[in-house]
């Protein structure tokens, strides 16, 4: 019995140890994400082209940034990547935290090569930030997706969201309608240290905060500026 006894406190304790280990490294990960989504909200703020996006986020209700969306494949294309979500609050200087997500998708078609796209989605209504608050959601049909405006004479598009990427590869462009949409609650949860952390708590009651995050809500807040 005894032997019994302690073969179930060390295997409780390992798995304790492992969960630990597996929360530690979604930490990471998530600073180093916040880190990136700063430079590439940067790194779109001083390109030429995209004069309409800095003029224009200042009327977004939110702002999705992926670092690094990863399209890749030989007749099957598949992309994927991770993003952070800030809302506007009360005032054009005043963001949310973020939230975390991930962005994948599937195509059919005639693709070789690969690409590295950075990608921001310019949130423009109501609708569209509550869809992000589901658990997840594809691109397109109720909730209306379009290409952003860029460079000079580029024409603006209606849409919930407006998508802008700067890519580097053999793709000469980007396409995300049917693009599905995902909250990542391990890293949320990691991000924050706290349990059954939601994009809601995040976004709308605002219930966590972490001091990482300021020098990229700082950085949105002075592109609006």
């Known amino acids: 019995m005894w032997r019994m006894m302690k073969s179930v406190c060390v295997a409780a304790i390992a798995m304790s140890l492992a969960t630990q280990a597996v929360y530690a490294d979604d930490a990471s990960k998530t600073r180093i994400l916040v880190d990136r989504a700063k430079e590439s909200l940067e790194t779109f703020s001083a390109d030429p082209n995209m004069g309409w996006f800095r003029d224009n986020v200042v009327n977004a209700k939110a702002v999705l940034i992926i670092p690094a969306l990863v399209k890749a494949g030989f007749i099957w294309g598949g992309s994927g990547g991770s993003g952070v979500l800030l809302a506007r609050g009360s005032s054009s200087q ?42 997840s959601f594809k691109l397109g049909g109720d909730i209306s997706v379009a290409a952003g405006p860029v460079g000079a004479g580029a024409k603006v598009q209606i849409a919930d969201i407006l998508a802008f990427s700067r890519t580097k590869g053999l793709y000469g462009g980007i396409n995300i309608e049917g693009a599905v949409l995902k909250i990542r609650n391990n890293w949320n949860e990691a991000y924050y240290n706290r349990r059954s952390v939601r994009p809601r708590d995040i976004i709308v009651s605002r219930s966590v905060s972490n ?11 002075l592109l609006v500026n």
């Open 211 to 221: 001091a990482h995050a300021d020098p990229l809500r700082r950085a949105i807040a």
């Open 94 to 135: 005043d963001w949310t935290y973020p939230a975390f997500y991930t962005m994948g998708s599937v195509t059919f078609g005639l693709q070789i090569g690969g690409e590295v796209s950075e990608i921001v989605l310019m949130i423009m209504t109501e609708r569209g930030v509550d869809a992000l608050l589901a658990s």
